[in-house]
DNA sequence: ATGCGTCGGGTCAGCAGGAA
DNA sequence: TTCCTGCTGACCCGACGCAT
């Protein structure tokens, strides 16, 4: 049984969706341009890596803000391979031996399983069972409730030995078994994911409205020609809301 | 039968934190 | 910059157990 470990980097859309909502892909909003991963052995061993970067095929134009952080440019990228081409290397390091995926937070494992579905990629190959690291982690290291803790101050706090930049999907993977290494393994968890439960589309990419709280409450000054107070714009807000759960509606009788 | 409190599950917006 | 997730806090409902 192994355990890999591995790190996505991603491209995105460098425009913003409220503007250009067309140019974003629901489907894959994030695209991979580079995977690293390490394979452990049962005793944690490092067994062997894996560093690719990916040719992207939706997102041809580097966001700034990516190119920025992982160093990477299109121009790096264009001389690899596609996915489809990069997926096969992927399996080959897998390997057929029993494994578990390991992640420094469950957006990797989302996304890369999306990335696999947008390229009409066979996922079974690849294992369900993954721990995220980083919530085990971030408790291990006392963080409050409901915050996770990042990879670089994970690492300075457990004393990891620095010598190459994060940012780097390779590295990121190798800074993320050392983390593994060191947490007690007591009360880890091997969670199955469920790709058709996380395949739905995501909060912010549903075709759902936000609520323009400031007009609401302007048309209300409108039509009762005064400010609203403070309590009263809470009312407004609270009673928009009830009634969009239509909870005490009286559902039509036919007879 | 009725009323009460608790629990779990649901709605929603908003925020913080972390990811690339 | 953009996107995603988890949490919070406001409220609701139905189911349940218990007491009257």
Redesign the pocket.
């Known amino acids: 049984m192994n355990y890999i470990v591995f790190?996505?980097?991603?491209n995105?859309?460098l425009?913003?969706?409220k503007e250009n909502k067309n140019l974003?892909n629901l489907k894959c909003?994030?695209e991979i341009i580079q995977i690293g991963a390490v394979k452990l052995d049962e005793n944690l061993q490092i067994i062997s890596i894996l560093n690719k970067l990916v040719k992207p095929e939706l997102y041809t134009v580097m966001?700034p803000?990516?190119e920025e952080?992982?160093g990477i440019t299109i121009d790096m990228l264009n001389t690899e391979q596609p996915f489809q081409e990069v997926y096969k290397e992927i399996l080959e390091f897998i390997g057929n031996d029993k494994n578990i995926l390991c992640v420094?937070?469950?957006?990797d494992i989302?996304e890369l399983f999306r990335n696999i579905q947008y390229h009409n990629l066979d996922i079974s190959p690849i294992s369900k069972e993954y721990i995220n690291i980083?919530f085990y982690a971030s408790k291990y290291l006392n963080?409050p409730?409901?915050?996770?803790?990042?990879?670089k101050n994970a690492a300075e706090l457990l004393n990891i030995n620095i010598e190459n930049k994060f940012?780097n999907a390779l590295n990121?993977a190798y800074y993320t078994a050392e983390v593994f290494k060191k947490i007690p393994k007591k009360n880890i968890n091997i969670i199955k994911y469920d790709v058709n439960k996380?395949m739905k589309p995501?909060?912010?990419?549903t075709e759902?409205s936000?609520?323009d709280?400031s007009k609401l409450i302007k048309q209300f000054e409108k039509m009762f020609n005064r400010e609203m107070s403070e309590e009263e714009q809470k009312i407004i807000k609270?009673a928009y809301?009830?009634g969009?759960?239509r909870?005490f509606e009286i559902p039509h009788s036919d007879n």
């Open positions: 790190d996505l980097e991603f995105q859309s425009n913003s969706k974003t909003p994030f966001n803000f990516v952080m992982t420094w937070g469950a957006c989302k980083q963080c409730k409901g915050t996770n803790i990042g990879l940012h990121d996380n995501t909060r912010n990419n759902k936000i609520l709280t609270l809301m009830m969009k759960t909870q």
